[in-house]
């Protein structure tokens, strides 16, 4: 069994910054591919970016060059470092690793961004 621990989410004024934790617990491998997402209220879940094995990642759109996404494989987590926010970012964040034995979420963590 695998769990996803995220941390981080609160309130932030546009401009700020704000760092999700996503911890991995179970049968992982430290690399494993893992995505953020974000759901805000009344709205689809939306890919925000992931990381790949070979630890590059990739962008929304919408978040390209504001966020970051990393990993710290010593501790398995993999963090998104969220600057510049906008009120437009305000969401429940996920992430959502892929493991050797299936995918997973975590449970979510609100983002919310006040103008």
């Known amino acids: 069994q695998v769990q996803l621990v995220e941390s981080g989410g609160g309130l932030v004024q546009a401009g700020g910054s704000l760092r999700l934790s996503c911890a991995a617990s179970?049968?992982?491998?430290?690399?494993?591919?893992t995505g953020w997402y974000r759901q805000a209220a009344g709205r689809e879940r939306e890919w925000a970016g992931h990381?790949?094995?070979?630890?590059?990642?990739d962008y929304a759109d919408s978040v390209k060059g504001r966020f970051t996404i990393s990993r710290d494989n010593a501790k398995n987590t993999v963090y998104l470092q969220m600057n510049s926010l906008k009120p437009e970012d305000t969401a429940i964040y996920y992430c959502?690793?892929?493991?050797?034995?299936?995918?997973?979420w975590g449970q979510g963590t609100q983002v919310t961004v006040g103008s």
């Open positions: 959502h690793r892929i493991t050797p034995t299936g995918d997973y």
């Open positions: 179970g049968s992982i491998s430290s690399i494993d591919p």
């Open positions: 990381i790949n094995r070979d630890g590059s990642a």
